[in-house]
């Protein structure tokens, strides 16, 4: 392909992505965020094709197990006719003139069926092996939706705290910017202590830094939340779902959510699955040790006039074996079994990683808590101080310099609540994708986005309750319908 091929291509893309952006109607809610990634987002729609896919080659592997059905037409033309003589066989002398049994020209035809037991045996377990692989593709999907959650709530909640706090940033980075220009120009002109204005100018440009550093994350996570919901990316929205303080939890059930870590995670059914699909290899090698016994029926067609009867049938059994895989069935049934031992221990290992992850979700929620709590304290004295220092502004009794770096000072903790009230909801989100916690099944419908955007928010409404699937019931009954507490005390995961 050329260069102008690509550009072509890209254009194509491009031209397609654009066409392909639903307008957001009113403000964005952290519901309708998530349903909208789960409906636009075309990672979502790849792990949704991909199960599709797997289902289909369900059907294909069963007609696997059909009889082989066969139709065959031929016509041949010699030069002359296919004419010959018998030679007696005690005497060696000639028996016959010279005869022929068929016409120079004709044709034939046939339909043949065949069916072989062993093949299939075989084709069933390949069948089993592929509804096994259809399972694992909607364990796929069941991961990509939980991930897609995940970073969603992240970015919303980051974009969140954009929204409140980069109209305030850029205003102040402009004071501190001009102040410390003048600082510069205050030290050329020898107005003040050296020692003075350099420590003064240490302390801004470190809380500028700060400021800059945070102010490129919040723009970098409206940019992200925007891709994830499918919008142009200067077309974000006014989110309305606000973070309100979280109540801490008095105990975490640690045991509770590791059960049903063990029993929820994607990867860990994925394995099961995997483990099912090296056990039907193992059935697929002991039935090819065995005679393939098979049915065979065809019937003829033979436009050769010379014979007395031009149609026939012919049906027939028949047993084969081959030798060689009596010798090798063993060491394949070996090998078969090793996969399954395989499989299991990379399950264990893979339990040990989940139950990890989850203990960490759960200790990382409860420092953000702490944080959380750490940083009210420190946003309630930058306000206190805020307010002192403009008070001292307005009496003349403060220069303006440090009017701003007080304000400054203020705003970096308001950031640092806001930020920390962002991470507390996140943390609380991690906690039910380690455990694989649906927010909403596989199989949920999301074509009608209103539907699907009520769903999302009544799960939402059960994490914030702290509620896990009942695991007891049936599994008739969908693991969402379903909750129990995910604190041992009687107190709320999170609120707000």
């Known amino acids: 392909m050329s260069l102008q091929d690509h550009v072509r291509r890209a254009d194509a893309d491009q031209a397609t992505l654009a066409a392909g952006y639903i307008p957001l109607k009113g403000g964005l809610t952290l519901g309708t965020a998530i349903a909208r990634a789960l409906k636009y987002n075309y990672d979502a729609q790849v792990a949704k094709l991909e199960a599709s896919q797997q289902e289909k080659q369900i059907d294909l592997a069963l007609m696997q197990m059909l009889p082989h059905l066969a139709a065959d037409a031929g016509y041949s033309q010699r030069s002359n006719n296919n004419a010959a003589e018998s030679i007696d066989w005690f005497t060696n002398q000639r028996s016959l003139d010279y005869s022929y049994s068929e016409q120079a020209a004709h044709g034939t035809g046939d339909i043949s069926f065949s069916w072989n037991l062993m093949d299939a045996g075989i084709s069933y377990f390949s069948a089993r092996q592929q509804a096994y692989r259809a399972l694992i593709a909607v364990e796929r999907r069941r991961r990509a939706i939980n991930d897609l959650v995940k970073a969603v709530t992240a970015s919303y909640w980051e974009a969140v705290a954009a929204q409140a706090m980069l109209p305030r940033l850029d205003p102040i980075i402009a004071d501190a910017e001009a102040m410390l220009a003048a600082s510069h120009d205050a030290a050329d002109a020898h107005l003040q202590s050296p020692l003075t204005l350099l420590d003064y100018q240490q302390y801004v440009i470190q809380l500028l830094g700060e400021l800059r550093r945070i102010r490129g994350e919040l723009i970098s996570a409206r940019i992200q939340l925007a891709s994830l919901i499918d919008v142009p990316q200067d077309a974000v929205p006014t989110l309305t779902t606000m973070p309100q303080d979280v109540q801490p939890v008095a105990s975490l059930d640690d045991a509770a959510l590791e059960h049903v870590g063990l029993v929820m995670r994607p990867e860990l059914r994925m394995e099961v699955y995997q483990q099912q699909i090296d056990r039907q290899d193992v059935y697929k090698e002991i ?14 067609f033979d436009s050769n006039s010379l014979l007395v009867h031009n149609i026939w049938g012919q049906i027939g059994v028949r047993g084969t074996i081959n030798l060689m895989n009596l010798v090798q069935g063993p060491r394949a049934i070996a090998m078969a079994k090793s996969n ?29 808590l702490d944080g959380l709590k750490t940083a009210r304290a420190i946003n309630a004295v930058s306000l206190q101080m805020e307010r002192l220092a403009d008070v001292a502004s307005s009496a003349g009794a403060q220069s303006k310099a440090d009017r701003i770096r007080h304000q400054m000072a203020a705003l970096l903790g308001q950031l640092s609540y806001s930020r920390s009230l962002a991470q507390t909801h996140q943390a609380l989100a991690n906690i039910y994708a380690s455990v694989g916690v649906d927010l909403v099944p596989a199989n949920a419908d999301i074509q009608d986005l209103d539907h699907l955007t009520a769903q999302v928010e009544r799960s939402i409404a059960g994490w914030e ?8 019931l049936s599994e008739a009954v969908p693991a969402h319908a379903a909750t129990v507490p995910v604190a041992s005390a ?3 995961v999170g609120a707000g």
Do not use: C, F
Request: without cysteine; glycine residues 10%.
């Open 287 to 300: 039935l090819k040790m065995m005679p393939g016994i098979g049915a065979i029926g065809n019937g003829n």
């Open 465 to 472: 309750a702290g509620q896990l699937p009942d695991l007891r």
């Open 490 to 492: 009687a107190v709320p």
């Open 340 to 368: 399954i031992k395989l499989s299991e221990t990379r399950r264990l290992a893979l339990s040990i990683a989940v139950l990890t992850q989850v203990n960490l979700s759960a200790q990382h929620y409860r420092t953000a």
